[in-house]
């Protein structure tokens, strides 16, 4: 990748943070709530959560959501002044699905 390449940068940064966000625990709604303060954990390191392991079907899937995201929204940008944003929009879609299409990976 250029060093110079901002959609591509954006596409991908963005997208990162999307398989992040996959990757967290889920949290129950007694989870919200909370404990009494007497027994909540104490230390370092005593709240925090294993992250989820995603599959590489999965992050297929979140690079495919991230894409569609992008061509959805590049749709409803019909307005000639919206033209250069749509046009960003769809680039950096093409960026996230030539890496599904690239040899080796699945589908």
């Known amino acids: 990748m250029r060093a110079r390449d901002k ?17 967290a625990a889920p949290v ?13 954990p104490v230390g ?3 709240t925090e959560a294993a992250r989820r392991e995603l599959s590489e079907g999965a992050v297929v ?7 569609a995201e992008r061509l959805d929204a590049a749709a409803q940008l019909t307005a000639p002044a919206h ?3 749509a046009a ?3 680039a950096e879609a093409d960026v996230l699905l030539r890496f599904l299409d690239e040899p080796g990976t699945a589908r």
């Open 88 to 90: 960003r929009l769809r």
């Open 44 to 46: 370092v390191g005593a």
């Open 7 to 23: 959609v591509a940068v954006s596409a991908l940064r963005a997208t990162l943070g999307a398989l992040d966000n996959a990757e």
């Open 28 to 40: 129950d709604e007694a989870d919200l709530r909370g404990v009494a303060i007497e027994l909540s």
């Open 83 to 85: 033209a250069d944003r």
């Open 61 to 67: 899937d979140v690079v495919r959501a991230e894409a």
